[in-house]
């Protein structure tokens, strides 16, 4: 053979071998970037587990086992939102502002005073609010029965006995009932605010109470027009004062020369100059 054809077949055997190797080291250094890569990614994952806060699996709801949850929502006692004392006082305001319309119906009926009509019609508007929060804590209205007279508490119906026999004897005694009426419905709205912290309620007694004192300046004012007058049972002398000789309020407020109101109790109540008998309220 000549040396020229040995040569080249050498020079051929080398560049396979080359070729062969270079193939071999290419899948090799390629394997070992496929590793490399692998465990940068199960790191990066593992820093994501450990650091990250924001980033949580999408979980399915429907593979969520009920019994995992503490309490289905859809359970939830809402009356477990308020304290005894605010379902008490939530279930006798509505039977409180229930009374004052009732009362104001028949006094109308015997009187046919117009104002008796009128505060009546916005009497309903004060217990349709509480009705509003009864049902929105889920609480069980106390008014079965709204028929004039009739009411779930009994010293409430014969609350409006006694009012409905005292204010039957003249326009005056009617007058005297009405403003006596608001005056306790004043202070019962204060001390009921004061054992609530729920803004949603407050807000509602706070209202009604405006209207209360709206309607005493109304009460007073016919009465002296009437040749009469009234003095405060409930409320202070300074505090009736101050709401008699203030101009009608108007709008939503939250408290009106109403702070450091005198409790009712049964021992203070005294009975209304004119009138027949005594009366039971506050609370």
Do not use: C, W
């Not at 990066?44 to 699996?57: K, Q």
């Amino acid at each position: 053979m000549k040396p020229k054809y040995m040569y080249l077949i050498i020079s051929l055997i080398i560049i396979a071998t080359l070729s062969v190797t270079g193939v071999a080291l290419n899948s090799i250094l390629n394997d070992e970037d496929k590793t490399t890569l692998q465990e940068e990614a199960f790191q990066n994952e593992d820093n994501t587990n450990t650091t990250s806060t924001d980033i949580s699996p999408a979980y399915d709801p429907a593979q969520i086992d009920q019994s995992d949850l503490i309490e289905p929502l859809d359970s939830v006692d809402t009356t477990l939102l308020l304290s005894e004392e605010e379902i008490d006082d939530l279930v006798y305001m509505r039977e409180e502002e229930k009374l004052a319309h009732d009362v104001y119906t028949v006094l109308y009926e015997r009187t046919s005073l117009n104002i008796f009509k009128n505060i009546s019609d916005s009497e309903q508007t004060h217990t349709d609010a509480i009705k509003n929060l009864l049902q929105a804590y889920g609480i069980t209205d106390p008014v079965i029965d709204s028929s004039v007279g009739v009411f779930d508490n009994d010293e409430l119906g014969q609350l409006f006995t006694d009012l409905v026999r005292e204010g039957s004897g003249s326009n005056t005694n009617a007058l005297e009932v009405g403003a006596l009426i608001e005056d306790l419905d004043i202070v019962d709205l204060e001390s009921a605010m004061l054992r609530t912290n729920h803004p949603d309620i407050t807000e509602v007694y706070s209202n009604l109470q405006k209207g209360s004192r709206n309607h005493l300046r109304s009460f007073v004012k016919v009465l002296g027009q009437n040749g009469g007058s009234y003095q405060p049972q409930y409320l202070s002398q300074e505090e009736y004062t101050s709401i008699v000789t203030s101009d009608r309020e108007t709008g939503s407020n939250t408290n009106n020369g109403t702070s450091g109101r005198n409790q009712p109790t049964s021992d203070n109540l005294q009975q209304p100059s004119g009138q027949g008998g005594g009366y039971r309220g506050g609370r």
